[in-house]
């Protein structure tokens, strides 16, 4: 059955391939709605990663990127969860933060880009920034949902048993709120994802963001196609390769 899967899969991709080179030819050959250099095809893409390859570009890019994110995604983790505890122990910020943080969530990462460059110049903490305010209150909005949605039970047995505050959250709260946690964390990927790249086209020598604009002011538009393939891959290999894995085996763990 494993096989079948996989043969399905690859019979999908190359379906969307051919799709892909017939559009391109329909647009630029028997239609004429295009210009053959302003549409990206596969033949040129495959170039494209050949050249980026070949000189190092793509593997550094991806690297620096990564590197960032991590950082930017680490950080939003720590704050995160901070206002995320403060606002479920507190009805008072529960009322007036909460509310706060969901409209500021709503906010597209570029709006923090001149915050970005005005506080911290053309430098790597500016990136950084906008990758943590890109994803830090999706955190605190998980873990909010997440231990809101811990049943009232297990908190009532804890207390019973004389559990201290510490170990209310560490061996009950949180391991309990644990599944809904994960989710919220993917989707926190996400956004530190595409925070990244909006960071990265402000300012950037070496980064996928960067490249992808490089191919922009060269007109280059199978760079770009490029560029934003990878970014499509590096999503879907993290979110499918870890937090999904991870996910499962909680999930897995406790018969669900």
Same mark, same amino acid.
């Given at each position: 059955?494993?096989?079948?899967?996989? +043969?399905?899969?690859?019979?999908?991709?190359?379906?969307?391939?051919?799709?892909?080179?017939?559009?391109?030819?329909?647009?630029?050959?028997?239609?004429?709605?295009?210009?053959?250099?302003?549409?990206?095809?596969?033949?040129?893409?495959?170039?494209?990663?050949k050249t980026?390859?070949?000189?190092?570009t793509?593997?550094?890019?991806?690297?620096?990127?990564?590197?960032?994110?991590?950082?930017?995604?680490?950080i939003?983790?720590?704050? &995160?969860?901070?206002?995320?505890?403060?606002? =479920?122990?507190?009805?008072?910020?529960?009322?007036?933060?909460?509310?706060?943080?969901?409209?500021?969530?709503?906010?597209?990462?570029?709006?923090?880009?001149?915050?970005?460059?005005?506080?911290?110049?053309?430098?790597?903490?500016?990136? =950084?920034?906008?990758?943590?305010? &890109?994803?830090?209150?999706?955190?605190?909005?998980?873990?909010?949902?997440? +231990?809101?949605?811990?049943?009232?039970?297990?908190?009532?047995?804890?207390?019973?048993?004389?559990?201290?505050?510490?170990?209310?959250?560490?061996?009950?709260?949180?391991?309990?709120?644990?599944?809904?946690?994960v989710?919220?964390?993917?989707?926190?990927?996400?956004?530190?994802?595409?925070?990244?790249?909006?960071?990265?086209?402000?300012?950037?020598?070496? &980064?996928?963001?960067?490249?992808?604009? =490089?191919?922009?002011?060269?007109?280059?538009?199978?760079?770009?196609?490029?560029?934003?393939?990878?970014?499509?891959?590096?999503?879907?290999? =993290?979110?499918? &390769?870890?937090?999904?894995?991870?996910?499962?085996?909680?999930?897995?763990?406790?018969?669900?």
């Amino acid at each position: 059955m494993k096989w079948k899967k996989v +043969i399905g899969s690859l019979l999908f991709v190359v379906g969307v391939l051919a799709v892909w080179q017939l559009l391109y030819v329909a647009a630029t050959d028997w239609l004429g709605w295009a210009k053959p250099y302003a549409v990206p095809h596969l033949k040129g893409v495959l170039l494209s990663i050949k050249t980026l390859v070949v000189n190092g570009t793509l593997f550094a890019a991806v690297a620096k990127s990564m590197l960032r994110v991590l950082i930017g995604f680490c950080i939003s983790l720590i704050i &995160g969860v901070f206002f995320g505890i403060v606002i =479920i122990n507190s009805d008072y910020m529960a009322r007036n933060l909460k509310p706060l943080l969901m409209g500021i969530q709503t906010l597209p990462s570029i709006c923090w880009v001149p915050f970005a460059i005005l506080w911290f110049g053309l430098q790597e903490s500016a990136i =950084i920034f906008v990758v943590v305010m &890109g994803s830090v209150f999706s955190v605190s909005l998980a873990v909010e949902s997440g +231990i809101k949605g811990v049943p009232p039970l297990y908190i009532k047995a804890a207390k019973t048993m004389g559990v201290s505050k510490v170990k209310m959250y560490t061996k009950v709260i949180f391991p309990a709120a644990l599944p809904s946690f994960v989710a919220g964390l993917k989707q926190t990927w996400s956004f530190a994802w595409r925070a990244l790249m909006s960071g990265e086209v402000m300012s950037a020598s070496v &980064g996928l963001g960067y490249t992808l604009m =490089i191919g922009r002011d060269l007109a280059d538009i199978n760079q770009v196609m490029t560029v934003m393939l990878v970014i499509v891959l590096i999503g879907i290999i =993290i979110d499918k &390769g870890i937090f999904t894995n991870i996910e499962n085996y909680i999930l897995r763990k406790r018969g669900l």
